[in-house]
Nanobody, 115 residues
């Protein structure tokens, strides 16, 4: 099982960034996919989630209106488009897959937001 994230890196406040997660080794289309983040000194928190078929998404209050989560079940990928980023978005971002009690995590790219 692998969740390989890409797209992390330094971004300026107000800028945009797209994180991608490529999944392999499990039935991707059966899993709820999410992005979590963990800022320095803080607990890991949910940023956004999307149902297995992509019919429904949910966002944290901080992500709502700025971030967009999508998935492509044909390519086993999930994407987090981050717009109007703020310094408070600085964190390590983790791709997460869940089906019942089964959980998989990606390695977590860093996203520093700084000018």
């Amino acid at each position: 099982v692998q969740l390989v994230e890409s797209g992390g890196g330094l971004v300026e406040p107000g800028g945009s960034l797209k994180l991608s997660c490529a999944a392999s080794g499990f039935t991707f289309s059966s899993f709820v996919m999410s992005w979590y983040r963990q800022a320095p000194g803080k607990e890991r928190e949910l940023v956004a989630g999307i149902t297995s078929r992509g019919g429904s998404t949910n966002y944290s209050d901080s992500a709502k209106g700025r971030f967009a989560l999508s998935r492509d079940n044909a390519k086993n990928t999930v994407h987090l488009q981050m717009n109007s980023v703020e310094p408070e978005d600085t964190a390590v971002y983790y791709c997460h897959a869940r089906k019942w009690a089964t959980n998989y995590w990606g390695q977590g790219p860093q996203v520093p937001v700084s000018s």
